[in-house]
């Protein structure tokens, strides 16, 4: 069993940056793929970045790419988002995820927990 808690959201202007902290309070994420996760208004649950269980494997969507990184401290259990150069379409609730396994994902009808959500907004 994992707890993942989010934080680090905010309101920011476009063209700055924010990071994201999912930080586990329960378990590890020592066998776990971790993912972000963001959802807009009246939109669909969009896949963001993932990073495998070792932290040797990341993927971005494409609208993130160059812009994002995602990383890991296993020492801390946690994980984060380093968002620069943010552009209003990235304004949404961002969560974090974990599936159980040592591959990434980036569906979220497959992952094993989820956080509670972190509001990031960004103004133009």
């Known amino acids: 069993q994992v707890q993942l808690v989010e934080s680090g959201g905010g309101l920011v202007q476009a063209g700055g940056s924010l990071r994201l902290s999912c930080a586990a309070s329960?378990?590890?994420?020592?066998?776990?793929?971790v993912g972000w996760f963001r959802q807009a208004p009246g939109k669909e649950r969009d896949f963001v970045a993932a990073?495998?269980?070792?932290?040797?494997?990341?993927y971005y969507a494409d609208s993130v790419r160059g812009r994002f990184t995602i990383s890991k401290n296993s020492a801390k259990n946690t994980v984060y988002l380093q968002m620069n150069n943010v552009e209003p379409e990235d304004t949404a609730v961002y969560y974090c995820?974990?599936?159980?396994?040592?591959?990434?994902?980036?569906?979220?009808?497959?992952?094993?927990?989820w956080g509670q959500g972190t509001q990031v907004t960004v103004s133009s």
């Open positions: 995820a974990a599936r159980r396994g040592r591959s990434l994902s980036t569906s979220a009808t497959v992952q094993d927990f």
């Open positions: 329960e378990g590890t994420f020592s066998n776990y793929g």
């Open positions: 990073i495998n269980w070792s932290g040797g494997n990341v």
